[in-house]
């Protein structure tokens, strides 16, 4: 059974950063491009970022290019992503997803992924 977990929301001051971790059991990590979602109360999910298989490859939308970094560590079956410069806009539930892409690229198109964890809320005060 394939279970994917997500930790780290929190409350923080705009400006501030914060580290959102995924765990993902119950298949094999290194085969799954893997991305980070975020919604907001009343809004469509949005894709923060996603990584290739093997970590190479990244993608930004223009709302988090330069402030949050997508990283993973196969060996840990773990994803990560670093958020610096936090801004009240960002507030919502990030969530982790794995993506059976053959090739080692990444999208962040959502109905391409096919496992989601419950999410993690982040909430930036002004």
């Known amino acids: 059974q394939v279970q994917v977990a997500e930790s780290g929301g929190d409350l923080v001051q705009a400006g501030g950063s914060l580290r959102l971790s995924c765990t993902a059991s119950g298949l094999s990590f290194d085969d799954y491009a893997m991305g980070w979602f975020r919604q907001a109360p009343g809004k469509e999910r949005e894709g923060v970022s996603c990584i290739s298989r093997s970590g190479t490859n990244t993608f930004y939308p223009a709302s988090t290019k330069g402030r949050f970094t997508i990283s993973r560590d196969n060996a840990k079956n773990t994803l990560y992503l670093q958020m610096n410069s936090l801004k009240p806009e960002d507030t919502a539930m990030y969530y982790c997803?794995?993506?059976?892409?053959?090739?080692?690229?990444?999208?962040?198109?959502?109905?391409?992924?096919?496992?989601w964890g419950q999410g993690t809320q982040v909430t930036v005060s002004s």
């Open positions: 997803a794995a993506d059976s892409l053959k090739d080692d690229v990444c999208s962040i198109w959502s109905r391409s992924y096919d496992y």
